[in-house]
């Protein structure tokens, strides 16, 4: 039952969500208006409040990892464990840089708090400005929940979940979100990181391995296992693998196993956490063209974006995994190959993500 507290902050988002309300605060908004007043105010925009900062990994030598604990003005709509969010931030007064980051704790619904755990990569202003130098109570700015790497809603009585190094973060949600269901059916979790001490929520997976609760935990390290995760070494530890939902997530090496293991099979759901490199074989030739400033280039069989980049340009990206279409500009001429699937598309005039399009011989694109 609503309270009568609860009817006036109903009735208000409703009045500041409306036409009039819009056409009074054009041309910014009235979500500019209300972060002016109070950051955590809004009525369409998503924004949260960093409430926590936990060190995950600090290896000297090697990049830190950290979880940040947000919490979500009311517009957020919650999110499904596997997905993802676009975060934006203004670091040392420059403009918004928006990056994409899993979502790293058990499902939410409006209200509740939420985590993102982050590798600082060394030449990211915006990881590592996360994880070095943030500290609770500053704002950044959120999309919605997105991506359909997601568990289904009716869970199978066995399903593999696979990751490896930061990869981990959206399984993790998937774990965490099940343990919390209390899901009474098998979990095989298979983890590889670069040693024990790269280890990403070491002491709860720790807990986990020693309690069970119907997961059966793998974590492996390049002197364990097999680094390669062969077909061999899946049956012997998982009969029957290749009919098993599967949800695997890591760096471009590690699914390219995944898949060649399981061999076409439906059951495979998979997620880059980085692209595959592209090869750039002796046939690689053609100009690329960047029509709106003027640029132009020869082909290195690169994706656009890091061609762009090589070129001087600085295009908006967020994820550079073709996951959250930051990226996305118009192709005037040319023919392009999507480097996560092996597709071409030679259509023109058509709106492609730079960060995974490869050029095959000359294209113009509006850069």
Known sequence: ????????????????????????????????????????????????????????????????????????TATWRGHRAGQHVQVGVEVAGARRTTRVFSI???????????TITVRANPDGVVSRWLVEEVRPGAILHLSQAQGEFVLPDRMPEHIVLISGGSGITPVMSMLRSLQRRTHRGRITFLHYAQSPQHQIFAEELAEVARTGYGTDLHLLHPELGDPALSPAWLERHIPGY????????????????????YDGSDALHVEYFKPP????????????????????????????????????????????????????????????????????????????????SSPAGDCVVDL
């Open 277 to 356: 490199r592209v090869a750039v074989g002796d046939s690689v030739e053609g100009e690329i063209v960047f029509a709106r400033s003027g640029v132009e280039a020869v082909n290195t069989g690169e994706t656009l974006l890091e061609q762009a980049e090589a070129a001087g340009l600085a295009p908006e990206f967020g994820c550079r995994m073709g996951i959250c279409f930051s990226c996305t500009a118009r192709k005037s001429e040319g023919t392009v190959r999507n480097i996560l699937t092996g597709e071409t598309s030679s259509l023109p005039d058509e709106e492609i993500r730079i960060c995974v």
């Open 104 to 114: 790293s704790s058990s499902d939410s619904r409006p209200g509740d708090d939420i």
């Open 242 to 261: 290749r009919d098993l939902p599967t949800w695997a997530c890591g760096p471009a090496p590690l699914i390219e196993a995944v898949q060649a293991a």
């Open 1 to 72: 039952m609503y309270t009568e507290m609860e009817d006036r902050v109903s009735i208000t988002g409703t009045l500041l969500r409306s036409r009039a309300v819009a056409a009074l605060t054009s041309p910014h908004g009235v979500d500019r208006y209300l972060e002016i007043v109070n950051p955590m105010w809004a009525a369409h925009e998503v924004r949260a409040r960093i409430v926590d900062v936990h060190r995950e990994v600090d290896v000297p030598g090697h990049p830190a990892v950290a979880t940040l604990t947000l919490r979500p």
